[in-house]
């Protein structure tokens, strides 16, 4: 009994620590984000701030045009999401359900894909997309965006596409309906859980690539997120805006932490599809 309940503590300490270091980092950032200027700089920090100011808000909306680059963000993150989620959800259900010869070489290719670093085809990926006058467009980002993001969209999906009673779409085949019909009417709303999960991972990670976004928007007014929060400049070129830095990072964080807090259900049954059998 005693061993059950020491077990019980350690693992209960264990949650707590890796929650501090999960969370630390946004509380700091709120806690400098709503400091004074001259309090962030205070040779004994402390964990809770003396006075309390929301310029840093202010300023980052007034000083500089940061609602273009939410608007910018929004834009590229959403469309590249509906499109991962449409492609994927095509691609996974005629991996998971349809017979044909290569299966296991299609997906192996898929996920040989996604191991490819960024920075390998920056150079050439820079070239096409200027050849064909993409550079400092939407699209010359939501392309390559999708294509980065299919690989885990098509394996999360087909996976929980295994998942899925089969004798659910063959009732709908007796019927009389398409598997374009079947997969619309019953099969995506049963696989609403990945879907989120795939849907939000991917947005996440349109939303914060940086490498990219830096490489193919050259215009200030065109800047996503990622990319106006690290050209922040102070008043002259030796200052570093750190309040409004601060105060930047939890305007664009916490939204997504709370998206995925809200989620996180249909997130952990989304990614867990398939794990025990298929």
Same mark, same amino acid.
């Given at each position: 009994?005693?061993?059950?309940?020491?077990? /019980?503590?350690?693992?209960?300490?264990?949650?707590?620590?890796?929650?501090?270091?999960?969370? #630390?980092?946004?509380?700091?950032?709120?806690?400098? &984000?709503?400091?004074?200027?001259?309090?962030?700089?205070?040779?004994?920090?402390?964990?809770?701030?003396?006075?309390?100011?929301?310029?840093?808000?202010?300023?980052?909306?007034?000083?500089?045009? #940061?609602?273009?680059?939410?608007?910018? &963000?929004?834009?590229?993150?959403?469309?590249?999401? *509906?499109? @991962?989620?449409?492609?994927?959800?095509? @691609?996974?259900?005629?991996?998971?359900?349809?017979?044909?010869? =290569?299966?296991?070489?299609?997906?192996?290719?898929?996920?040989?894909?996604?191991?490819?670093?960024?920075?390998?085809?920056? =150079? +050439?990926?820079?070239?096409? !997309? /200027?050849?064909?006058?993409?550079?400092?467009?939407?699209? =010359?980002?939501?392309?390559?965006?999708?294509?980065?993001?299919?690989?885990?969209?098509?394996?999360?999906?087909?996976?929980?596409? /295994?998942?899925?009673?089969?004798?659910?779409?063959?009732? @709908?085949?007796?019927?009389? @309906?398409?598997?374009? /019909?079947?997969?619309?009417?019953?099969?995506?709303?049963? &696989?609403? %859980?990945? !879907?989120?999960?795939?849907?939000?991972?991917?947005?996440?990670?349109?939303?914060?690539?940086?490498?990219?976004?830096?490489? #193919?928007?050259?215009? $200030?007014?065109?800047?996503?997120?990622?990319?106006?929060?690290?050209?922040?400049?102070?008043? +002259?070129?030796?200052?570093? %805006?750190?309040?409004? !830095?601060?105060?930047?990072?939890?305007?664009?964080?916490? $939204?997504? *932490?709370?998206?995925?807090?809200?989620?996180?259900?249909?997130?952990?049954?989304?990614?867990?599809?398939?794990?025990?059998? =298929?």
């Amino acid at each position: 009994m005693s061993r059950s309940i020491t077990q /019980r503590i350690l693992l209960y300490i264990a949650v707590l620590l890796i929650l501090i270091w999960c969370v #630390f980092p946004l509380y700091w950032a709120f806690i400098s &984000s709503i400091k004074p200027d001259r309090d962030l700089f205070e040779k004994n920090p402390s964990l809770f701030p003396k006075r309390i100011t929301f310029e840093n808000y202010v300023k980052v909306f007034k000083e500089r045009p #940061f609602h273009i680059n939410i608007k910018n &963000s929004i834009i590229v993150a959403g469309i590249t999401t *509906v499109l @991962a989620l449409v492609v994927g959800s095509l @691609a996974g259900y005629a991996i998971a359900r349809l017979k044909f010869k =290569g299966k296991v070489i299609v997906m192996s290719l898929i996920l040989a894909v996604s191991m490819f670093p960024q920075v390998s085809i920056l =150079g +050439s990926l820079f070239l096409i !997309l /200027r050849g064909l006058k993409l550079i400092n467009t939407y699209t =010359g980002l939501i392309i390559p965006y999708t294509a980065m993001n299919l690989p885990l969209t098509v394996w999360v999906l087909q996976s929980f596409f /295994r998942e899925l009673p089969k004798e659910v779409e063959e009732s @709908a085949f007796i019927d009389g @309906a398409s598997k374009l /019909r079947t997969l619309w009417s019953i099969v995506l709303p049963m &696989s609403a %859980p990945g !879907l989120v999960a795939t849907g939000l991972l991917t947005f996440i990670a349109a939303w914060n690539e940086f490498l990219f976004a830096l490489t #193919f928007m050259q215009k $200030p007014s065109l800047y996503t997120v990622p990319v106006a929060v690290a050209l922040f400049k102070g008043a +002259s070129q030796y200052e570093i %805006p750190w309040g409004q !830095l601060m105060a930047a990072a939890v305007i664009v964080t916490l $939204p997504l *932490v709370i998206l995925v807090l809200v989620f996180q259900n249909r997130i952990i049954a989304g990614l867990s599809a398939g794990a025990v059998k =298929g």
